[in-house]
């Protein structure tokens, strides 16, 4: 278990972001660590899959990985028009991340564009396979877009755990409450050799679902929470539309 610092930083701002406007701060009054740092490589291209249970989540793994981390962003953040809109829009487009229209017809193409120039850079791509943020803080069901770019390009994917982050940035909060947050890095999989190895074919859409599904219940180990075999979404339109929780979840 190790807290990192510097870092490899090709983006200016970025980096200032990192290290002087907001990097320190979370590094006080939440004291992010981190387990198998090593797991994620030094250079060239990974595609990190992440639970996803804080806003948050998307500032704290960048402050103890030493190389930058390009997300995709949902387009709301790239169009509003209020003061707060426009803010969000010049940190989302200063720190190089990249908009997804979500829902959309095109949102699938949009994801694999994007994760395409990130990693035919030689960069990481971070994406978070549950698409929105868990309700309750189990791990739920993920989206095979992780798996579709990871099939394509041959990249591994590294699972990465976030605990207690949740805590730290609870739905609905804007700003961070004193909670220590953790991070564990799981063992980088190599896509195709490990569908091939269950007999499928890597182009299938079974093999997407096979890959999709394996990374999320390691990342539901490395957690220590349940597996929920349903799409977080669909949980939330439940919750939303005061039917409570759908059978059996």
Not at 41 to 51: D, Q
Not at 207 to 219: N, P
Request: aromatic content about 10%; overall charge neutral; hydrophobic content about 40%.
């Amino acid at each position: 278990m190790r807290i990192l610092g510097s870092a490899n930083i090709p983006n200016k701002w970025y980096w200032v972001f990192k290290h002087v406007l907001i990097g320190p701060w979370l590094k006080v009054l939440n004291r992010p660590e981190v387990e198998h740092i090593e797991r994620i490589p030094n250079e060239g291209p990974a595609i990190l899959a992440s639970n996803h249970q804080a806003v948050m989540d998307s500032f704290y793994f960048p402050l103890v990985c030493e190389r930058q981390l390009t997300f995709p962003a949902k387009s709301e953040y790239f169009t509003g028009t209020s003061l707060v809109g426009k803010l969000q829009k010049w940190f989302f487009t200063s720190v190089g991340q990249m908009p997804i229209e979500r829902g959309s017809a095109e949102a699938g193409d949009q994801l694999l564009e994007a994760a395409t120039k990130v990693l035919d850079n030689g960069d990481l791509f971070g994406i978070y396979p549950e698409g929105t943020r868990s309700p309750d803080g189990r791990v739920y069901k993920g989206k095979s877009g992780m798996a579709r770019i990871a099939l394509l390009s041959g990249v591994d994917v590294i699972p990465v755990a976030m605990i207690d982050t949740r805590k730290a940035n609870p739905i609905g909060s804007w700003i961070p409450r004193p909670a220590k947050v953790r991070m564990k890095i799981g063992k980088p999989i190599a896509p195709r050799a490990f569908v091939e190895e269950a007999g499928l074919d890597p182009d299938s859409y079974e093999a997407a679902r096979y890959l999709t599904d394996h990374v999320m219940h390691v990342l539901a180990d490395l957690v220590g929470v349940e597996y929920v075999d349903m799409y977080a979404s669909e949980v939330k339109a439940s919750l939303e539309a005061g039917k409570g929780y759908p059978e059996g979840i």
